[in-house]
């Protein structure tokens, strides 16, 4: 284990469905990251939070709505999705950009 | 607009040679330089993490060298191993703010 904890490890949703993605860190990093990672092609930012504030959004369409209750948690809410949206979807934290990232292990997301 | 370019793709080397992973980016004002490993259908790990003043960072058998001016980055891996099969990322973390960049990977096999 890193230290940042993602759940569930596997999903596999109906394009009607809605779920949520879960990810924790108790490392008291202030920021904290999703991101895509589709087959052959290079993990994709989606959003970024410093001190539960939003401060990016990569053009990320509606469908993903993310949700950053207090600095150690991070979700991802999903609804309506495509099934081009099958990804493994990793969430990260950091203390600040001085000392870098760290992983979870993803949510393996597949679409039907 | 930071990209980050590894080449090759794809490495197949025979147990106990030197591995040389190559990076680069094109936007010099970074603030740092990390590298990452990733298994098949797992998070990613951190190997090793450069900061912008310095010039290299090791770390066991791994060694990784930062030169901002030409922008690239290398990763050694001495006296390879099987298990050191998996892909390697490095990533580029813009001086403003958290926005980590990543490269496409090397996918490197190690042969006993």
């Known amino acids: 284990e890193t230290g940042v904890t993602q759940t569930p490890r596997h999903l596999v949703m109906g394009m009607t469905n809605k779920k949520s993605l879960k990810c924790e860190q108790h490392?008291?990093?202030?920021?904290m990251y999703w991101y895509k990672q589709s087959a052959k092609k290079p993990l994709e930012l989606m959003f970024v939070?410093?001190?539960?504030?939003?401060?990016e959004n990569n053009s990320v369409p509606s469908r993903f709505s993310p949700e950053c209750p207090n600095s150690s948690h991070l979700f991802l809410h999903l609804h309506t999705l495509q099934p081009e949206d099958s990804a493994l979807y990793l969430c990260?934290?950091?203390?600040?950009?001085?000392?870098?990232?760290?992983f979870g292990s993803g949510t393996r997301l597949t679409v039907v | 607009k930071q990209e980050v370019t590894q080449i090759p793709a794809a490495l197949s080397v025979p147990e106990g040679e030197n591995l040389v992973l190559n990076c680069s980016f094109t936007?010099?004002?970074?603030?740092?330089l990390q590298w990452f490993r990733q298994d098949p259908g797992k998070g990613l790990t951190s190997l090793l993490l450069?900061?912008?003043?310095?010039r290299e960072q090791t770390s066991g058998r791994l060694n990784a060298s930062l030169d901002k001016s030409s922008g690239r980055s290398t990763l050694y891996i001495a006296a390879s191993q099987p298990g050191d099969s998996a892909t390697y990322l490095c990533?580029?973390?813009?001086?403003?703010?958290?926005?980590?960049?990543f490269g496409g990977g090397t996918r490197v096999l190690v042969k006993p």
């Open positions: 990260a934290s950091s203390p600040s950009d001085t000392y870098g990232y760290t």
């Open positions: 490392l008291g990093h202030n920021a």
């Open positions: 939070y410093n001190f539960k504030e939003q401060t």
């Open positions: 936007d010099s004002a970074i603030y740092n």
């Open positions: 450069i900061q912008s003043s310095q």
């Open positions: 990533a580029a973390i813009k001086a403003a703010g958290n926005k980590l960049t």
